[in-house]
Structures are given as structure tokens and as C-alpha cells.
């Protein structure tokens, strides 16, 4: 349901169909000659010194099969790790022991700096609020993102090493502490169109792919994917940092 995620499943369709190809033709080959060429009394071996043809074959067939296939496979990580960014709309992804928070940019689409030595009482992200950047801030335990719209997720964590999955996005990073990572990517499919091909009970959902803990398997946040007017209208019904940390 992304852009770049429908260019790994290409690759990853081409990858297990050469990989399974081989295997089917060489397998029943590799029984039928350890069968036929079996040691039997009166059999007498074949003396084969050196082909040069047969070296030059089976090194460069093999060479300029795999060469082909590990440039597919650079080129489609390239695009998927470096896209084009400058238009993304920016989402902060926290993760602690055992849940996520997220926290959108704002207008200004750049989020305000923030430190774990900040985190208390209701700045449970620990958001400078002495930063400009951070008074239109918006923090939220659900996403929402407009279809066919880059976002860029950058991700933190408190405690120890969790990894955001989104596997309908093919989305994965490890959030480490002390560390920003992030992932860029542009969801191609609504969450209604993905209800009406896989049941009404499906949901986009981030899930933690590092097991971090007793509560680890409950570490989900959901996703929701819509249009670009109704994103609009749920964005400017959430209350900024500003507002929220100064309500008493």
C-alpha cells in the first residue's frame, strides 16, 4: 500500500521466481545423476580433466544473472531509502515500554527539539516548549495520513531498542535510544479501499518488531490512511502543544 512497497514486491517477486526456477530444474538433476552414476560393481569411472567451455559457462551465466539481480536490488533500496523528501509532511513516532505516541510538526512542518531530561507530567515526549518550533506541535495516539502524500517518519525511543513495522507499507527502522532514525514513504491505498479488499475488520497498524519486553506483543498504534480533505479536517481538529501543555 506504498509507493516504494509495491517496487519490493516486484523485486521480491522476481527474486523467488529465478530462486525456485533453479531449484525445481536442478534438483530432480541432481537426483537422477546421484542415482544413475551410483557406485555399482563393474562400473568403471570416466576420466574428465578440464573443460574450458564449461568453466566460462557456468562462471559467467551465473556472474551476469546475479550482477543483473543485485543491481535491481541496489537500485530498489536506493529509491526506497532516499526518496524526495522536501515536500513530506513530518510525524515524530516515540516509542517507550510499551506503547507509541505521535507527534505532527505543525504548520511549520518542522518539529520543535526536545530531550528526554524534559519528560514530565504531561510533556511525556519531552518537548522543548522554549523552542518556536514546538508551540504548533500536535501530539496524538492515532496517525493519520492523506493518500498519495509523502510523510516522513522520524523515530525516537526512551528506553530500550524497538523496531516500528508497518507491514502493509513495508515500512521497518529501529527506534534507538539517543538516536533519530527515520523512514520516508507515500501510502498509495486508503484504509476504506483496503477494508473493501480485505474485510471491514482491517486496520493499518504500527507494531514493535523487536520483542522489548513482557508487554511487547500489546505495542500497537493504529494508522489510518484518507483523503486529503478529510486529513485536512482531523488536523486542524487537534489541539497544538501550545494549548495542551498550558491547560492546568
Same mark, same amino acid.
Given at each position: ?7 519490493? +514486491?516486484? @523485486?521480491?517477486?522476481? $527474486?523467488?521466481?529465478? %530462486?525456485? *526456477?533453479?531449484?525445481?530444474? /536442478? ?100 518537548? +522543548?516548549? @522554549?523552542?518556536?518550533? $514546538?508551540?504548533?506541535? %500536535?501530539? *496524538?495516539?492515532?496517525?493519520? /495520513? ?103
Amino acid at each position: 500500500s506504498s509507493l516504494h512497497g509495491a517496487e519490493i +514486491d516486484s @523485486l521480491m517477486k522476481v $527474486s523467488m521466481t529465478l %530462486i525456485l *526456477v533453479v531449484f525445481f530444474a /536442478l534438483t530432480p538433476m541432481l537426483f537422477f545423476f546421484a542415482y544413475k552414476y551410483r557406485g555399482k560393481k563393474g562400473n568403471t569411472a570416466y576420466f574428465f580433466a578440464h573443460n574450458n567451455k564449461l568453466e566460462v559457462a557456468w562462471t559467467v551465466i551465473p556472474t551476469i544473472i546475479l550482477t543483473t539481480l543485485i543491481i535491481y536490488g541496489l537500485k530498489t533500496w536506493d529509491r526506497a531509502m532516499n526518496p524526495d523528501i522536501s515536500e513530506s509532511t513530518v510525524i515524530e513516532v516515540y516509542s517507550k515500554q510499551f506503547d507509541w505516541t505521535a507527534r505532527y510538526s505543525g504548520l511549520d512542518n518542522t518539529l520543535g527539539e526536545s530531550s528526554f531530561l524534559l519528560v514530565e507530567g504531561k510533556n511525556v515526549l519531552g518537548v +522543548d516548549m @522554549l523552542d518556536e518550533n $514546538s508551540t504548533d506541535d %500536535i501530539v *496524538v495516539r492515532e496517525v493519520h /495520513l492523506p493518500v498519495n502524500k509523502s510523510v516522513l517518519l522520524k523515530f525516537r525511543s526512551r528506553d530500550v531498542i524497538h523496531s516500528a513495522f508497518l507491514p502493509h507499507f513495508r515500512v521497518q527502522m529501529n527506534c534507538v535510544p539517543g538516536l533519530s532514525t527515520q523512514f520516508a514513504f507515500t501510502p498509495t491505498k486508503t484504509t476504506a479501499q483496503m477494508k473493501e479488499s480485505e474485510g471491514e475488520d482491517f486496520e493499518y497498524v504500527l507494531l514493535c518488531n523487536k520483542i522489548c519486553g513482557s508487554a511487547h506483543f500489546n505495542m500497537q498504534m493504529k494508522f489510518i490512511v484518507e483523503s486529503e480533505e478529510d486529513y485536512n479536517k482531523w488536523i486542524s481538529s487537534q489541539k497544538t502543544l501550545k494549548n495542551t501543555l498550558t491547560l492546568k
